[in-house]
């Protein structure tokens, strides 16, 4: 019972271009939803978070947008860069539950020059 | 000057043996976390405190000890490893009880092999 996937195991993007990353998620209780990035040997590093009152929040290259009604976020990344290259997963979670975040299971992207 | 730091990076060990892993953050963060990543690289939440405090328990065999002595301090001892056990071990922290505002912070991961 997987609350929260992201269908795309990997995503392929020219340098320059934008890379949109999707996660869908099935719990209506979730009102907070973020979006890590993962290289490998490494943990998790935080990019961008949005609470379940707003639909759009950006943070430089970065930006989330949240479609409460379709449960469905995505991650735009304008422009990519090769640096991007990583596994980028979106979680999810019910605010006054300790902290938990629920994870989808990434997607891997990659950004050629 | 590491801000989550893990240790060890890589353990290997044999079924039924007992170890522990230890997890350090210099954040000042009040909350810290194990999550388990298995194979099929799903990250789930173990366990989380909150100041010293327990605040979840996944459902966790109790095989699975966490132990914190102090805020900046999460330590997960397993008892009898099974197989079933290998996996990459993250900490983190956040800031807050929420973890959501910020974020976590996570540790590189402890990969656990058991044979």
């Known amino acids: ?113 | 000057d590491t801000a989550v730091s893990q240790t060890p990076k890589y353990l290997v060990t044999q079924m039924g043996n007992d170890k522990s892993i230890k997890c350090e953050q210099n954040l000042g963060h009040d909350t810290m976390y194990w999550y388990k990543q298995d194979s099929k690289k799903f990250l789930k939440i173990m366990f989380s405190y909150n100041n010293k405090e327990l605040i979840i328990n996944e459902t966790v065999p109790n095989r699975f000890s966490p132990k914190s002595p102090d805020k900046a301090h999460l330590n997960l001892h397993i008892n009898s490893l099974e197989l079933g056990d290998s996996a990459v071990y993250f900490c983190a922290s956040s800031q807050d009880r929420q973890g959501v505002n910020y974020g976590y912070t996570f540790g590189s991961g402890t990969r656990l092999t058991v044979v």
Not at chain 1, 33 to 55: H, M, Q
Not at chain 1, 94 to 105: C, P, S
């Open chain 1, 1 to 113: 019972d997987q609350q929260v996937k992201q269908n795309s195991p990997s995503l392929s993007v020219q340098e320059g271009r934008i890379s949109i990353l999707n996660c869908d998620y099935t719990n209506s209780m979730f009102d907070y939803f973020l979006w890590y990035k993962k290289y490998p040997a490494e943990g998790p590093t935080f990019l961008i978070s949005i609470s379940s009152i707003k639909d759009k929040n950006e943070d430089g290259r970065f930006t989330v947008f949240l479609n409460k009604s379709a449960k469905h976020l995505s991650l735009h990344i304008v422009p990519s860069q090769p640096g991007d290259s990583a596994v980028y997963f979106c979680a999810a979670s019910v605010y006054n539950q300790g902290g938990k975040l629920i994870f989808g299971q990434g997607t891997e992207l990659s950004v050629k020059p």
